[in-house]
Each structure stands twice: as structure tokens, then as C-alpha cells.
């Protein structure tokens, strides 16, 4: 009879994982809150530096999971050790109780709240979306945020990241590459709009990644400007007013745009906090669980026969969610064959 | 504009406003220039609401304006704040409410730094005691008084006598509100509605008949910052900042303009006239520029007060047009008749902007 293995979260890692350790010869129960597997991932239109496709990837970890237990809809409702040490006793919300000795943690992030930065005007004004909504409407979402002929574009970079105000002083690491992507998407749809991209820093740190933003100022001609928004008001006509600093020119910036997507980061996830607590998993100082180790042991928790894979103890781009997923089936079948 | 989101936010910020048993302190410099407002802050409370409203003569400056010009520092200016403190515990007083908005976000910002260094409280509390032997009490709740009439507004609109709509047109009059830069900017957590979306003057504006109106540069500064007036080379950089806010709202065509500081509401009115000097423009129809109002004056009117009484003669831009558009009866002959009826003259009338 093949162990069970618990996944809890139905994204990209979890769905990963459960392929994996399936092909390794367990039995993979995946629990998802949501009534469909892909997590966030599956929202996306396409992904950086190559645009591929989110849903070629969803497609590709989906026709694979044919042996898996998924448990669309259901929650996990109790959870703890049984009275055999290092066993957990796991109770989902559809009445199924698990008995297993590994549980893959692969919970996933949350996005910050834009409207939170009230001066951004999310949720007040009439054409401030955020990239997952932006994302949305590109896989075909209709949005009456988005005008039909945008003139001028904007993206804020950091929303609710690198910002202790807003109770998160961590960056998201993927939003810079991803408003890079977006600029060059919307562009391309409409070509005679000026896209401006309004930073910090830019983080661009992966493969390619470089390449991709060099592209966008020469061949998409995005409009790149190192300084905070400050302000976004509206007009009488119903465009954005956006206040802003030029730092490299050294000089306040003031534009009007008819559509701004605010770049909300990831951050953890609060529900998967609570019943870490309840299991005494370790938290780090930035809301993510914490890992045994952030080199050599980063798919373990500090509880024996609980790993983790994905967002759920940071930020991480599709790519290391993957491989992520990977080395916890991996650590998970090691640990269960040497019990 | 998504009215619900402003909605969801200003429920973020509410304040628990206790509705009577009020210490009152006025401001340094708004009896000079809106000497009715809070001689009719005390007579709308006391008289017509029936609260309780004390003010002793003894109480001084907040010392605010020396604090912000760096004249003082911090810690002279605490010690005078403690001393106003120290009047309100001899009064029997815990509810402290400053006419000033400055003064307001002074207080503020003492009673935070107190609470995030008890140290420092400590040694002022030993500088008053060296200073005049006198002890104090925090206050237990602390408002700007623009907060206790956002808070009996309805109080204030059951008493109506004209509301704030066009009686020709049936119309609410569009009202821009202004708020004071030291009422939420600090600390949004202290302020009705939180430093983005200020609700305390859209509250009295909405609930007295009036729509408020949002425009581009709500935000910005009047031109009272300190830096820009009180400096003399600045006061250009002062006058632009008006202009600014006035050019971003004249596609709206607001009636009026609601404030709730000592300053903003001087230099939005006076800076109309000069800006007319120099531009040849005003805002307001038919040549008249856009009529400023304290918070007080605003709720005298819809009471049914004389706005010769209020002390709107000394508006530089005409209040007329607003009062003809309310309703509200004047008579223009008594506008610069005094006490017992006395001649008070009349002042210079400007060519460049309409004046009554």
C-alpha cells in the first residue's frame, strides 16, 4: 500500500510535488481551498523572460497528477501529531481523515491589499488596478477599469513592499520583472501609448532578466522613472493625475494617465500562520514559515515530517517554486525511507 | 470616482468622540483674522447644543508656531503644552479640544512622544514643576474642535435654517473641503476619515446639504506652510501654491470652501486677490472670486446667524453670491456698522476681483 502524503495547497508547488512523489511511489492527497488547482499561477497570462504561457504550465503539471487524491473545495480542519511519534492525524473539511507521516506545506502567498496605500486610490478611483488584475483581464477577464484606448500607462513598482508603513519591509522580489513584462504586454497592444514605470530599484536578478528590461527602453520605448508616486488624484475628464519625483532629474514628475496598475507584492499567508502556530512551526520575522535552513535545508520545517515548498516561506519565482517542489519530494522520500 | 471606496475607508479611521464636558483652547491668530468663528464655535455649542464647553483666560499659546519655526525647541514647547495641560486637571477637565489645527497636531504628536518615551515625559513634568510649580494630567480624549462639530452635525442640520443647497435650483452647492495639514497628515489614526480621505469637513459638508467636490490637487498645500510665508523671500513660492489649488478646482465650479485650520482658510481667501492683481483672474462667477469659510462660519450660516455677526465683512472675497445662492437674508447696508450701530468704514475695493 502506498504512503500518503499530504499536500496542502493546489498550486504550481503543490501540484509539482504531488507529480513527483507520485513517480516515487507515494500516494499524494492534494488539499485546495479554491475549486480549481494552479493557485495564482493560474491566473497569470503569461510569465517572464520568455513569455511563456501560464497556462502551458498548468496544463503540464495537471496531465500528470492522474493517481493523485485532489480535494478541490476543502480545507484543512485539524491537524496534529497522533499518538504514534512523528504521525499526523489530518482532518479535512469534506470529513476525510488522513493518517500520514509527511505533510507538504504548499500554502502559497497572499497579495497585499492595495488599497492600503490610500494615496494610490485603488478601489476609489476609477482606472487604478493592481498586476493580478491586470493579469486577469489579459487571459480574457473583463475589466471596465481598463479604458479601450489608453494614451498613457503607468505601473507603480513596491506597492506594499519595502514599506514599513505598510507592515512589510521585505521586497517581492518578482514585481520589477513583472511590471517589465506588463509595460511591454500593454505596449504591445497599444503602441502609440506612453508607459511609464514608476521604481525604486530594479531588482533583475534572474536569467535573462537584464536583457528583458533593456528591451523594453529600446525596443518598446517604456519610459523608466527612479522615484516614490506620492499622489494619485482624478481629473474632471476622469483620467489619473499621478504625482510623483523624478530622482534622476531631480525633480517633482506630475503626468496624466488614463490607466495605473499598482504592483502588489507578495506576502504570507495569513490562514497558513494560524495553524502554524497551533503545530508550533517556527514563523520568521517577515509572516513567512520558517525554514530549517535557508541553504541546505530550506524544504524543511523544524518539526520532523514537515516540509515545505513554494511561496509559503517567501517570495519565489515560478522556476524556484518548481524546483522547490522537487527537492521537497525528494526530501520527503528520503525521510520517509529511512523511518 | 468609486464613492464606496472612500466609504471603506473612512470606516478605517474613527474616533471615539466624547459627546460633552469639553476644555477648550483658542487658537493664536484666527480671532485676528475670522473673529467670528470662535466666538461662534462657543455660542453653537454652549447655547445652541447645550454642551459644556470651559475655557479659562490663563491658558497661552501651544507654543506651536515657535515650535515650527524652530524659534523653540521641542522641549520648551512641550513644557507649554503641559501647562495648558495643567489648566485642564485644576478645571476638572479630561476632554481637550484646541481651536488650532497646529495646535491640534502639536498636542498630538507631545502625547505621542510621551507615550513612546516615558523619559521624556518625566522630565517635563519636572521642567513644569520647576517652571510653576504645577502638575498635570493627559488629557483623555483630545479633538480638534472641527471633530466635535463633525460630531453633533446632525444636531447642527435638525436645527437647520438653510441648508447648503441653491434654493433657485434645488441643488446641493458644491463644496471644496480643505483640511489643515497637521489634522492627519502625522497621525492619519487621529483623524476622522485618516490623512488620504479626511472625512471631518466631507461629514458636515454631506450632512448639511452640500456636495463635496474631489479634485486633482485636493491634496496640496494652501500656501501656509511656514517656510513659504513666513519667510518673506518665499511668499511667491506661498502665492503659487494657491494658484495652483485654485486652477485644479475651477473646472468644478465649487460654490464654496470649507476649512478647518487658522491659515488655510486666510491665504485661499487673500491670495484670491492677489493672484487676481497678478493674473487678472478669479474663480468665481461674474467676476467674484470663491468664498472661504471656517468650519464655524459655515455652521452659523446654516443655522440661521447674521453673517455680518459671524464676521464675514472681513472675507476678502465676497460671501454674497453664497449667501443669495443659501437664502440666507443680510442686509448689505449693516455690513460695516459696528457694535451699537458704529460706522466702521468701509475698506479699499479692488479692481481686479468683485468685492461687496
Redesign the interface.
Known sequence: MKENVVIIGGGIAGMAAAKQLQVLGYQPIIVEQKSALGGHVAQWYKLFPDMTPAQDVIDELTKDLKGVNVFLETRVLNWERSLLQHEYDVTLSNGVQVHTKAVLVASGFRLFKA?KK??Y??????HVITNADLERWMRGREDKRIPDKPRAIGFVHCVGSRDLKAGNSQCSKVCCTTAIKQAIEMKERYPEAEIYCFYMDLRLFGKKYEDFYINAQQEFGVHFIRGRVS?V????DGRL?VKAEDTLQGKPLKVQLDLLVLMSGMICNVETQTWARELHLNIDNDGFLKSADNVMHIVESNRPGIFYAGACTGTKTVPETLAEANAAALAIHKYLSND | ??K???Q??WSDYQKEIPDDHWYYVRSCIRQNFFPGSERFFLEITKNVLGKDMYETPHHTTCGGIAYHTESIPQETAMTMVARQFALMTEAGYENYCPSCITSFGNYVETLETWREFPELEAKIRENLWKACKREFNKPKYIAHTSDLIFHWREQIRQKAKHLLINRETGEPLRIVEHIGCHYAKMFPHKAVG????PYVLAGMVESWGGEVV??????HCCGFGFRQYLVQANRGYSVANTHKKFESME??HPDAIITNCPGCPYFLDRWQYVIAEQTGKTYGRNGYGIPVFTYEELAGLVLGYDPWDLGLQLHQVAVEPLLDKMGVEYDPKAKYLGLNKEDLLRPEMPSSIKCC
Open positions: 488599497a490610500e494615496e486610490g485603488y478601489g476609489v478611483y476609477d499622489e488624484g482624478e481629473t474632471i493625475q | 470616482m468609486i464606496d471606496g472612500k471603506e475607508i485618516g490623512a488620504e480621505y474631489d479634485y486633482p490637487e485636493r491634496r473646472p468644478y
